[in-house]
């Protein structure tokens, strides 16, 4: 096994699985995915380490406990199709991409999608669409969708994302503050009826935007 092989094993046994996360799918799908090659070369040796790395553009690559956390949340299926806000470096789209049949996802800074797209298409995940736009306005042109991870934190949950949820869909977000959040679950109803559940705190950077906070001008 390679050195980083190695690594990824570890983590996955004792900064996920040792922490409650349970999912077999969730699982394997960390121990697949190359986390080093998500973030720069320099930081390549930190990949496997249980914490949030620069990307670049002010953002970061997420705790691998939170990707695994939100991902079994999220209780995605091989027919679901998924839509993401937030690309950022493309990892936690590529663990959605081994878990659903299709997915979508959104990032406002463009540099980092135009990073993240040769990255999955070099890795081979076919079944996955990275654009550059708000995510705070969803992406109607693929809706409903029967997951919604809003991996950045919003003031509160975009109307338009609970739009584009189809019924019996989930979606998860974190809500609250500019620096401390809430998880949060929304799930619809066959007849369209909303139920919230709050989850767990996390520290996710903010979700800018039409409906997510303001960005100075
Ligand atoms: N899942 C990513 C996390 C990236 S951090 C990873 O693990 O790499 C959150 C990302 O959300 C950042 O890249 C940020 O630019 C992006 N973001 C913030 N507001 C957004 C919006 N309105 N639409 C799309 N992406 C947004």
Do not use: C
């Not at 995510?135 to 975009?158: C, F, N």
Request: hydrophobic share 40%.
């Amino acid at each position: 096994m390679s050195d980083f092989a190695v690594q990824r094993e570890r983590m996955v046994r004792d900064m996920i699985a040792a922490r409650g996360v349970r999912d077999e799918r969730v699982l394997a799908a960390l121990r697949k995915i190359p986390r080093h090659l998500f973030v720069k070369e320099h930081l390549r040796n930190q990949a496997y380490g249980d914490h949030a790395l620069p990307i670049g553009s002010g953002q970061t690559i997420s705790q691998p406990y939170i990707v695994a956390r939100m991902s079994e949340l999220l209780e995605v299926g091989p027919e679901h199709s998924v839509l993401e806000i937030g690309t950022g470096s493309g990892y936690q789209t590529a663990v959605l991409a081994v878990l659903a049949r299709r997915v979508y996802s959104l990032e406002r800074v463009p540099e980092l999608a135009q990073a993240a797209i040769p990255r999955m298409r070099h890795l081979g995940f076919d079944n996955v669409k990275v654009q550059v736009f708000d995510g705070t306005v969803g992406w109607s042109e693929w809706a409903p969708y029967d997951r919604i991870l809003v991996t950045a934190g919003a003031p509160k949950v975009p109307e338009p994302l609970l739009d584009q949820l189809a019924p019996g869909g989930t979606l998860l977000i974190p809500e609250g503050q500019l620096n401390l959040q809430k998880l949060v679950i929304y799930r619809k109803s066959q007849r369209g009826e909303i139920r919230r559940k709050e989850g767990e705190d996390v520290a996710f950077v903010p979700l800018l935007g039409r409906h997510g906070w303001k960005t100075q001008k």
